[in-house]
């Protein structure tokens, strides 16, 4: 999905308050930028092919062996490997990100008979959880699942992990430094997978995929635990309550700290272009999701105050239109 997504401000100049993309916005990168501006011989040199010291890392955090862990520019690349390795019929629910659908139908089914399950969890753009029990019961229903795991600090319900995939045999964990440690420019994800599902992924790597910088950030990052995102979940409940309260906009349950929402009447385009240009808010137009409206949008909690200004600029809106 090249266009339509979330934290496209490069559209809108001047944009103050961003809940259009669902990371945590109030994360320093002082840190981190300090240690890569202390490192500028990575820039001279190639990196690794491969960026085998950061799964080696990764794979020490989970107690898992290397073998199953594949460092990816970004979660987005891990998708179109998974695509490509394993061309099976796909089974996607909706409404859902859209990259899971796009990199399917980027490479042939070429085995008719068994079945692949794609899903977000907590999925986007609806912030819902699939639980561990029913987690478990889709292992045993398809042929192979892929999970897509990046939002899994944006919840407190409990997810699948490492080593339990790796048990199952047949799922494959999708995982983002974007979302954890708030970095989206930087294009860091892995895979963890079982073995040999790895290694069938594996060689579909381009090399030099990952850059110098991105994997020693990533070294960085994974030593530094106060690095990770702090969402403020019951900030987020309350800004769901809020969000309810007003005339004709509805929001759906949610289980992280974005939530799905529709106004009656109005369209979503309408509403990000009078808030990005009137009040310097973006929000993400959702209509794009497949099965979803031109009245959804979607937002992503941040502090109190911005909520607070959130919610009195969309008030203001209905007001104007009802005029």
């Known amino acids: 999905m090249i266009e339509g997504h979330g934290d496209d401000a490069y559209r809108y100049p001047g944009i103050r308050s961003d809940f259009s993309s669902n990371i945590c916005s109030t994360t320093s990168h ?55 390795t394993f061309r ?65 600090r944006y919840t407190r319900q409990g997810l699948m992990a490492p080593r339990t995939a790796i048990r199952h045999g047949n799922v494959v964990l999708i995982y983002s430094f974007t979302k954890t440690y708030c970095v989206p420019g930087l294009r860091l994800g892995y895979i963890v997978a079982q073995q040999n ?28 635990d106060e690095l990770i995102c702090q969402p403020d979940f019951s900030e987020a409940r309350r800004l ?17 700290t974005f939530m799905l929402a529709r106004i009656e009447g109005y369209t979503a385009a309408d509403l990000k272009d009078y808030l990005a240009h009137e009040h310097k808010m973006l929000i993400r137009d959702a209509s794009n999701f497949r099965g ?13 105050a911005e909520n607070d200004a959130l919610v009195a600029a969309i008030k203001e809106y209905i007001e104007h239109r009802t005029q």
């Open 197 to 224: 599902l790895a290694a069938a992924i594996r060689q579909y790597l381009r090399p030099w995929s990952v850059s110098a910088l991105a994997i020693e950030a990533g070294k960085f990052l994974l030593q530094h």
């Open 292 to 304: 979803l409206t031109p009245q959804h949008f979607r937002v992503a909690s941040q502090t109190p």
């Open 88 to 152: 099976l019929m796909r089974h996607i629910g909706i409404p859902t990100f859209q990259e899971y659908d796009d990199a399917c139908q980027m490479f042939k089914v070429t085995d008719d008979d068994r079945k692949m399950l794609w899903f977000c969890n907590p999925n986007n753009p609806t912030g819902r959880v699939v639980d561990s029990m029913r987690q478990k019961r889709i292992a045993k229903e398809y042929d192979m699942v892929v999970i897509d795991q990046s939002y899994e």
């Open 240 to 256: 769901h309550e809020l969000l309810s309260r007003l005339p004709g906009v509805s929001v759906e349950p949610t289980h992280a």
């Open 30 to 84: 002082r840190t981190l930028m300090a240690h890569l501006a202390a490192h500028p011989d990575l820039l001279a040199h190639y990196p690794e092919p491969e960026a085998w010291s950061l799964e080696r890392l990764i794979a020490e955090h989970y107690d898992i062996d290397p073998a199953s862990v594949i460092v990816t520019n970004g979660a987005t690349e891990a998708i179109y490997l998974i695509a490509q």
